[in-house]
Nanobody, 116 residues
Framework: QVQLVESGGGLVQPGGSLRLSCKTS????????VGWYRQAPGKQRELVAI???????NYADSVKGRFTISRDNAERTLYLQMSSLKPEDTAVYYC??????????WGQGTQVTVSS
């Protein structure tokens, strides 16, 4: 059974930082493309960042230079370090995994709220 469990969301002030984690099970993590997506109220889910099995990260233009995606294959865990957070980063953040860049497995999401 594939499981992706996100954690680390919360309320943070503008300019602050958060680190999201996604613990996986039921997949050979090292073989998977894994990424972070987000969905704000009234908007479609969008890709935030994705990392290849080889460790190369790709980012949405809106988060380049502020967010860093990383993976720990031994721990089967994906991370997203978010800095210089803005109110427009407020969303539910989802972890996704797939054997290609197409995500086939999803986590339940974690809420990130950026507000003063």
């Amino acid at each position: 059974q594939v499981q992706l469990v996100e954690s680390g969301g919360g309320l943070v002030q503008p300019g602050g930082s958060l680190r999201l984690s996604c613990k996986t099970s039921g997949i050979i993590f090292s073989m998977y493309f894994v990424g972070w997506y987000r969905q704000a109220p009234g908007k479609q889910r969008e890709l935030v960042a994705i990392i290849t099995p080889g460790g190369t990260g790709n980012y949405a233009d809106s988060v380049k230079g502020r967010f860093t995606i990383s993976r720990d294959n031994a721990e089967r865990t994906l991370y997203l370090q978010m800095s210089s957070l803005k109110p427009e980063d407020t969303a539910v953040y989802y972890c996704g995994a797939g054997l290609s860049k197409t995500t086939t497995n999803w986590g339940q999401g974690t809420q990130v709220t950026v507000s003063s």
